[in-house]
């Protein structure tokens, strides 16, 4: 493997590595570490199972957190899993632009996708995957410390999968302003790489957000709104509860028990609650029909219970409610 300083290439660069065929093992364990030390960690294997032919360039550039990578291959394939997991790559989430080239991807993405030129690719470290690069190809890859990203993207390391970027609008401006800085590195000082780092960041987080579902937070109060609005649908179903519930909204009952934590109610309550307000309401009629009627109208199975449950929950009891009720109705006659 060589390792160089201020040769030329593409972009001005602080280091530079190159790994060359015709050295069996050793050009495999090479290129591994080099992807290893700028991106993360895979195990490497070549078409053919030979590297005939093989040549790796990987040039990087330092911006404050963020690396700028530069990376040339001819076709080899990346595995990234448990056996490599654990690296400090793990730590790192990483935004490619693929200049020239192919490049297949399964695994971090909800379904397999493939790169091609002119199109960007979101990889998280901490994530699984396969990758296959059919052609030579360039890429530059963007490299940020995982724990900054989620810092100002904080619903990516809430999904069970990262969003493909392609060649969507946010992707697209997020590649022009990479290749502007890249022009204007040679002035740059240490302040102002930090600052290109920054807007980069900040250009990654406006193409990925509206790429994510809603943050976990809102997600449960959706799923909560929809429980409430099933429960007060149904609450003449004598059978409501958490289980018929959660099968009709397709969660789990785990999940629908979660959406009502910190709501001050849970499935259960929040169900009882409703049925007793509606009790309520009606015993306040003369003409809504007896208790027993009115309790097993609104689901309740047991008339005892649902007296007790109605006086612990407004300190009076349904016989009562209903004489206030029919004595309001005497004065007004």
């Known amino acids: 493997m060589e390792q160089a300083m201020q040769v030329d290439n593409i972009i001005e660069h602080d280091e530079r590595w190159v790994v060359r065929s015709g050295r069996g093992v050793r050009t495999t364990q090479e290129w591994q570490c080099v992807l290893a030390a700028t991106h993360v960690g895979f195990d490497i294997g070549f078409p053919a199972g030979n590297d005939r032919g093989f040549v790796g360039e990987v040039v990087r550039t330092r911006l404050g957190p963020m690396d700028l990578v530069e990376c040339r291959a001819e076709p080899f394939m990346g595995r990234r899993g448990p056996a ?143 429980a409430r609005r099933y429960i007060r649908a149904h609450l003449a179903d004598p059978a409501l509860g958490p289980e018929p519930i959660a099968r009709e909204l397709l969660a789990s009952l785990r999940t629908l028990h979660a959406a009502f934590e910190d709501s001050g109610d849970t499935v259960a309550s929040f169900i009882r609650r409703t049925r007793l307000a509606r009790c309520r309401e009606d015993l306040a009629d003369p003409s809504g029909g007896s208790v027993t009627e009115i309790a097993f109208r609104w689901g309740f199975s047991d008339a005892t219970h649902f007296s007790q449950a109605f006086k612990r929950e407004y300190g009076i009891s349904p016989r009562d409610v209903r004489t206030q009720g029919s004595g309001r109705t005497s004065e007004r006659g």
């Open 84 to 226: 490599v997991m654990g690296d400090p790559g793990e730590d790192r989430i990483g935004v490619q632009m693929v200049l020239s080239g192919v490049e297949r991807v399964k695994g971090p993405h909800a379904e397999p996708i493939v790169v091609t030129a002119g199109q960007l690719d979101l990889w998280d470290g901490a994530r699984r995957v396969d990758l296959e690069i059919v052609e030579p190809f360039i890429k530059r890859t963007l490299v940020f410390p995982r724990d900054l990203v989620l810092n100002v993207c904080p619903r990516l390391g809430e999904v069970a999968s990262v969003p493909a970027l392609g060649s969507l609008p946010g992707a697209r401006f997020l590649a022009r302003y990479v290749d502007a800085m890249i022009s204007e590195l040679s002035d740059m000082d240490a302040r102002m790489r930090v600052t290109a780092a920054e807007v980069a960041l900040e250009l990654l987080r406006s193409a990925v957000e509206p790429l994510l579902p809603a943050s976990k937070t809102l997600r449960r109060e959706a799923l909560r709104a929809r």
